[in-house]
């Protein structure tokens, strides 16, 4: 059974950093694309930022430049390095993943990030 496991969320002033973690267990195949999401009050999850196996980066356009998506497939770990935190950044942040051969996506439970103004 996949699971996803986020860590490293928390309450941080604005201008600080975070760093985000995801650990994948369970699954049958190797992980195709992995990402982040996250989800304000109020609003529909959006896409933060994507890393394919081999390395291949996308970012919203709101992170560009702030924050780093990076994973470690010898651990099937990935993580995200958020820096220069703005308040609109406060939202639950997602593990999403899927596999080669699965046509499924799977999604953590996720972890609040919280920027204080």
């Known amino acids: 059974q996949v699971q996803l496991v986020e860590s490293g969320g928390g309450l941080v002033q604005a201008g600080g950093s975070l760093r985000l973690s995801c650990a994948a267990s369970?699954?049958?195949?190797?992980?195709?694309?992995m990402g982040w999401y996250r989800q304000a009050p109020g609003k529909q999850r959006k896409l933060v930022a994507t890393?394919?196996?081999?390395?291949?980066?996308t970012y919203a356009d709101s992170v560009k430049g702030r924050f780093t998506i990076s994973r470690d497939n010898t651990k099937s770990m990935l993580y995200l390095q958020m820096n220069s935190l703005k308040p609109e950044d406060t939202a639950v942040y997602y593990c999403?993943?899927?596999?080669?051969?699965?046509?499924?996506?799977?999604w953590g439970r996720g972890t609040q990030v919280t920027v204080s103004s």
């Open positions: 999403n993943a899927n596999f080669v051969l699965d046509p499924n996506f799977y």
């Open positions: 369970g699954m049958r195949f190797s992980i195709n694309v």
């Open positions: 890393v394919t196996s081999g390395g291949r980066t």
